[in-house]
């Protein structure tokens, strides 16, 4: 392994002390962007917790109007609906111009409990609806997100449809429980496409979900989220288009965390990695000292 902090002409207890502190002060400096990253994105995050001007969502199943915008001190506007009037061709087509607009308004949805209004069945999370699997995931979906109006239904005929003001070049979100009903098939699945779109309505980009696995196996988004991230390099984005493109149809579209302008931040190190890194550089003291 070549690594550069063995190479000082130390001796070797200094190189300890020494290697102890350039580890300690990278992990710092680890810590500061990373916490710097998240309150960068956190600036711009429409986490759905509270209505466009800021006041509370009010009772679960209360709508977002069609143009009730999130609004930035850029002067960036965003807007949510659905279009409820999807056609085959057109999820088929959508490379073509973009032929989608809202017509109808989502719908906050209270995390927790279950009502004639829900977003996903939470199979993890003791068979509720619209619960994370555990604390990190419930923290992360927070009390609200935004649903279509209909809640669980089939899902073919709706797309939602994100419309802004300005154009942008990267956004994420997430999309909650991608998952599947069936265990040892897997004929009925959940998948979503996320479709960008630019001023004239032409096509930009597009990304596509994992197809859902049964909460039971390994790798299922069962009530946890799927973050996406669409860029574009030059063409700007106007309008994102979220089509589904699953073969299960009791399906609700659970959506949060929507970040309008940048991309999602890289999953940061978990702790085994920082473990593997700092065995790495203690076989170099250990290298050293022979
Ligand atoms: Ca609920
Ligand atoms: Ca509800
Ligand atoms: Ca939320």
């Not at 986490?47 to 999130?70: C, Q, V």
């Amino acid at each position: 392994m070549k690594c550069r902090i063995c190479l000082r002409n130390n001796a070797p207890s200094t190189v300890l002390r020494s290697t102890g502190r350039h580890l300690v002060q990278a992990g710092l400096v680890l810590v500061a962007v990373l916490f710097l990253s998240a309150a960068a994105h956190a600036g711009v995050m429409i986490d759905f917790e509270t209505r466009p001007d800021g006041s509370t969502i009010g009772p679960d199943n209360s709508e977002l109007g069609l143009n009730e915008a999130y609004t930035f001190d850029s002067g960036l506007e965003v807007t949510f609906g659905f279009d409820t009037s999807v056609t085959n061709s057109q999820r088929n087509n959508f490379t073509n111009d973009s032929v989608f607009s809202a017509d109808e308004a989502a719908k906050f949805e209270l995390s927790g409990g279950s009502d004639n209004g829900n977003g996903f069945l939470s199979s993890t999370a003791s068979g509720q609806h619209d619960t994370g699997r555990d604390a990190t995931a419930q923290e992360q979906l927070g009390d609200y997100f935004l649903r279509q109006g209909g809640g669980i239904e089939n899902p073919k005929g709706t797309a939602f449809v994100i419309d802004y003001n300005q154009g942008v070049l990267a956004l994420s979100g997430e999309i909650w429980d991608i998952d599947s009903t069936q265990k040892n098939n897997n004929q009925k699945y959940e998948s979503w496409r996320v479709v960008a779109y630019g001023e004239d309505d032409s096509y930009v980009a597009h990304v596509d979900s994992p197809k859902g696995i049964h909460h039971s196996k390994n790798g299922s988004l069962d009530s946890l989220p799927w973050v996406f991230s669409v860029e574009s390099s030059a063409k700007l984005i106007h309008q994102v288009v979220i089509l589904y493109t699953g073969s299960a149809t009791s399906v609700g579209l659970a959506f949060n965390n929507f970040n309008p302008t940048q991309a999602a931040p890289p999953v940061a190190p978990e702790p085994s990695s920082l473990m593997v890194f700092g065995m790495g550089a203690l076989s170099c003291i250990r290298f050293r000292r022979r």
